[in-house]
């Protein structure tokens, strides 16, 4: 999908950025540099934050609504607690986030809030009979109970603090100036094949997602995030009458235009209708996504389809399987080269800790005095050191541990098909989740 012919307008960064004013006096060994000497460049850091709507009061459990529960228990509620640890360490950053209509309807639901506490509450009981069944296997026994601490603190968080309202939370993120939250399209439909069957049809997919914005989060949208990242010409000119300043499209959207962008996709530009564009870099989607040569294929995060839901006795799951083999949420293995070399962690700490403490941090061992971040109106920049200085410094960190990396690990079972959990008393635990952040800190 190209941006025809549109005689593009490359945009400089100070098009969208302005100075961030770090906190002096004592407090001004808080701001990350960068020296001079460092050629700059800037970073937009966006999340992009969808689930499709699942919502069945007709039954009383409907596992597809799950998908909501575990995003909420591992991304949402660990995303907040993250940046609120930030600003409350008065650690500068700036983080741009969309939100989907979809997600935000759940999230606001009544009904979902009651059933996420209700899975919680199974959650946590199955965490407590967790700690009596490993109470002889001092390793387990500590993950069962970072898991019944986790969900404990998950709970409190979601009502006592925010009172089952995480939008509010992020609003509050937003007002503070460390956020900027953007719109996406009505239902997530792929825009360029509904706008060749119907131009009415993308133009409210687009009005009615920027509308469903206003509601929720109090103001209108800067910038729109395209379903699954895909343009075709013509949606720039509805954007425009949406009022939306940019938006953004993957990466060979902005490579094919005619004219060819001077920067490829590290530079946004301007549309002849007026929104600037922005690319996805695609070796970044790399490593948030490839399990080969990214974050899911590290070491130092959990193996995802490792989970007692597929391990454990039926009866023993009690109500978190509901008579069925699925995710329950707690998992006791890394990721490791090959899956029948299972290792199991001594200690666990969440991914997005590992991950924002390694990026927050690089200024204490990149030997480039790290990163410089910048505030934007509309989008999150940072200025980094050279690539090769950061891919050196995790060839470092990776040099430290003791297990290669991952190639393809445990597939979900077929049913009728047996784990073998012969090797869960036979291997040596080996502390990876806490081995790679200690070797970066000691790099």
Known sequence: MRIG????????????????SFVSGDNSQSAIRCPQSEMAGYLALILHAHLPFVRHPEHEHFLEEEWLFEAITETYIPLLQMMQRLLRDRVPFKVTMSFTPTLCAMLRD?????????????????????????????????????????FSETRRFFVDEWKCDLLAAFRQIRDAGALEIMASAATHGLLPLI???????????????????????????????????????????????ANLRWFVLDAHGLM?????????VYAPCYTPAGPAALARDRGSSRQVWSAHGGYPG??????????IGFDLPMDHLGPVARDMRK?????????????????????LVHPTSIRLSLFLSMQSYSGTGGLKVRISSSFSFARVP????????RRRANSLLPIPRNK?????????EKRDTSQYGSIRATPGSIRIFTALRTA
């Open 408 to 416: 393809a690990f445990n597939r979900r079972l077929p049913p009728g």
């Open 256 to 264: 094919h235009a005619t004219p060819r962008p001077q920067r490829a």
């Open 327 to 347: 995710f329950a949420g707690v998992k006791y293995h890394r990721i490791t080269f090959s899956r029948n070399d299972v290792v199991r962690y001594t200690n």
């Open 298 to 307: 590290d070491p130092a995060y959990r193996e995802f389809y490792r989970d």
């Open 195 to 241: 706008y060749q069957q119907s131009p009415a049809a993308a133009r409210a997919q687009i009005f009615v997602g920027r509308d469903e914005y206003v509601d929720v989060f109090n103001e209108p949208p800067k910038g729109f995030w395209l379903p699954e990242c895909a343009y075709r010409p013509g949606l720039e000119w509805i954007l425009q009458e």
């Open 5 to 20: 012919d549109w005689g593009l307008r490359s945009a400089s960064a100070e098009d969208f950025l302005f100075p961030l």
């Open 386 to 393: 050279s690539t090769s200085k950061i891919f050196d410094l």
């Open 110 to 150: 009544e009904l979902l809030r009651e059933r996420y506490l209700q899975h919680l509450d199974l959650l946590l009981d199955l965490s407590a009979r967790e700690i009596e069944r490993n109470r002889q296997d001092p390793a387990l026994l500590r993950l069962a109970q970072f898991y019944l601490q986790l």
